[in-house]
């Protein structure tokens, strides 16, 4: 091919569309618009969380449903219901490790110290999700994994090892994560093993067997069990987890046909297929991984992914939920979680900063809409059904600092509905959701803003927890160039991972030039760290620091545009790795693959409608990448 490589970043225009070709597109990122958002708003998360904390754990706050909070007798520990006019409140046993186990780790990447809050060690009490029967972490400290869904057994465990990585004092907390850990690589040995892989919905400990009810499955169980595996190994550097880690995520890209996705757990693919191909140096795709998340076609809950456009006046670009459910369903925990575990992709997949920066910038603004106090009361639910004057009465003590579960595009006759399922199934009251606020944290954790209004520093350490250096992802978001101050504490080294260059050394404050939706992915090293490079590969001290990459961009079409049956793809290439040279590359269209050594390639389809096509490049350096998009011939 007469290749087109380009060695710095390079814009283009695509219709109304700014190409940056230094960066993987993601498609459905790629359909929102590139304008900064004429409604951008931030509020303050950090504030919210750290009063939902104070407001959930008073044991003596007074009010209607109030305290939100009880001692648990029976388990030695304390309880926190789902929601709030919840009627399991106050049972022994029946509080869920996704509100607990939660809340504890969100308020500490905040700074709180849980094991020591007005005197009280609310991180050893989290043992009494661990049983000791079989040898888990549970949801509940009065259930089994017996016809328990995966992901409520999966996600509390990773909640759960997560809070034992910030408190690793806590002994009997750290020696029941391992033990999880380790239940959790004999389970996986026996899916591995089995007919169906992960494509399961629940595994019995007891019996140490998976199966399948009649209702659901849940392959992305797959992506949860590789991340405690991960975990496992660099916990305790035996070479079975990290193999194990890998061998599951295998499963997710090669063994499962379309997305999998049931509920959060495979928003750890893309960091986990990123942290890999750096550290381990396997070749996972992470670009599809994205794709697998934001684009609606999951297999095994058909329309869950990244919601695109408005409900209503509303903005809802960036949130995650279903997108087909009555017309759209977002759901605040799901967006929570997304943005604390995806955004740590970039610090290993550089080449995705500006789109997942692009994203966060639009989930951070629109997330506020989850908060009582952003929207219209005619829209809400607690204004608007059986239990409203107690759901006021809370709200005034609580002012606006509990979440809803969720956004409806369409309910109660009223375009968008802010509330939930819990009114609707009679599961509680209200649909204020503590399970949701137990993660506003995670969120907040990320943000730090700069003195730029809309550019935002997201701090990628924190839900990070084994990286050795401090990196932030920024993002101008605006159509021109702008400046900001990039103050760090310390006199450090600062390098940029996505322009693959020191930006400033033995340095505390700089003032930093961001072009018009540039990305840069920064990490703070020690004044004493040398970069070396062998090959494609950048070390320090011997070990994997970054890695050369290539990206592969279609820059005459956006995703889903409308093509003719006879259209010319128009291809560029980047590559990071100096003087680099395209050695082939492929085309695959409608079953067939075209190699074609020039930068536009002529197709001509059999037929109309959606069609797939996949471009793979493999460079002189080694390097090698693949994009797939799809359009709309005609």
């Not at 509020?43 to 009880?70: C, H, M, Q, R």
């Not at 399970?435 to 730090?448: D, F, P, Q, R, T």
């Not at 010319?568 to 067939?592: A, H, P």
């Amino acid at each position: 091919m007469m290749a087109l490589i380009l060695f710095s970043a390079f814009s283009c225009k695509q219709e109304d569309k700014i190409i940056v070709t230094d960066q993987k597109q993601i498609n459905r990122i790629a359909s929102f618009s590139d304008d900064f958002p004429k409604d951008y708003k931030l509020i303050d998360y950090s504030e919210k969380a750290l009063n939902y904390d104070n407001l959930v754990y008073d044991f003596n706050k007074e009010g209607t449903y109030f305290p939100l909070i009880w001692d648990d007798h029976t388990y030695n520990t304390y309880g926190i219901a789902a929601y709030v006019g919840d009627p399991r409140h106050g049972v022994d046993g029946s509080q869920e490790a996704v509100t607990n186990i939660a809340s504890v780790l969100s308020a500490s990447l905040l700074g709180i110290d849980k094991s020591n809050q007005n005197g009280v060690n609310f991180v050893a009490m989290l043992n009494a999700f661990f049983s000791e029967d079989e040898q888990i972490v549970l949801n509940n400290p009065a259930g089994s994994s017996e016809h328990t869904s995966l992901w409520y057994l999966i996600y509390p465990a990773i909640l759960f090892v997560e809070v034992s990585l910030l408190y690793s004092e806590e002994a009997i907390l750290r020696a029941n994560s391992l033990t999880t850990i380790e239940s959790w690589y004999q389970a996986a040995l026996v899916m591995l093993d089995s007919e169906f892989g992960f494509d399961y919905s629940h595994f019995n400990f007891s019996l140490m067997e998976p199966y399948r009810n009649n209702i659901w499955r849940e392959p992305d169980s797959a992506v949860g069990i590789s991340y405690l595996m991960y975990l496992g190994y660099k916990l305790t550097a035996d070479d079975k987890y990290r193999q194990m880690a890998i061998d599951t995520l295998k499963f997710i890209e090669n063994d499962f046909f379309g997305s999998p996705m049931y509920e959060l757990l495979l928003f750890y693919g893309p960091y986990l297929a990123a942290l890999y191909n750096e550290q381990f140096s396997t070749n996972f795709n992470v670009g599809k991984m994205f794709d697998k998340i934001f684009e609606g076609n999951s297999i095994p809950r058909g329309g869950w992914g990244m919601i695109v456009g408005k409900y209503g006046d509303y903005p809802m670009d960036g949130l995650i939920g279903s997108i087909t459910d009555g017309g759209g369903y977002a759901f605040s925990m799901n967006g929570f979680v997304a943005a604390n575990v995806i955004s740590k992709t970039v610090h290993y997949a550089p080449n995705y900063a500006r789109d997942i920066a692009k994203w966060l910038t639009h989930l951070i603004s629109n997330s506020r809409y989850y908060f009582q106090d952003q929207t219209k009361e005619h829209n809400q639910s607690i204004y608007n059904t059986e239990y409203s004057n107690k759901a006021l009465e809370f709200n005034e003590i609580a002012n606006s600092n509990i979440p809803y579960e969720g956004i409806r595009k369409v309910h109660n006759a009223r375009t968008p509905w802010f509330g939930g399922d819990p009114t609707t199934h009679g599961w509680a009251q209200t649909d204020i959701s503590l399970y949701s606020g137990s993660h506003v944290g995670m969120l907040a954790a990320l943000i730090e803003e700069t003195d730029v209004e809309g550019i935002l520093k997201f701090d990628l350490n924190k839900g990070d927890y084994l990286k050795a250096y401090q990196s932030y992802l920024i993002y101008n978001p605006h159509n021109k160039e702008k400046t900001i101050t990039y103050n760090s504490g310390a006199k450090v080294d600062l390098y940029d991972k996505v322009g693959k260059k020191y930006l400033a050394k033995n340095t505390e404050e700089i003032q930093i030039t961001l072009k018009a939706q540039q990305a840069m992915v920064i990490v703070e090293l020690p004044t004493t760290a040398t970069i070396s490079k062998e090959e494609t590969t950048y070390l320090i001290a011997g070990k994997v620091f970054d890695r050369d990459y290539a990206n592969i961009i279609i820059s005459n079409y956006k995703p889903n545009a409308k093509a003719k049956r006879s259209f010319t793809l128009e291809i560029d290439f980047f590559s990071t790795y100096e003087n680099d040279e395209i050695i082939s590359c492929d085309v695959l269209f409608e079953g067939k693959t075209y190699s074609d050594l020039t930068t536009n390639i002529n197709l001509k389809a059999t037929s109309s409608g959606g069609k797939l096509i996949t471009v793979t490049a493999y460079f002189k350096s080694g390097l090698k990448d693949t994009y797939s998009m799809r359009l709309r011939i005609s």
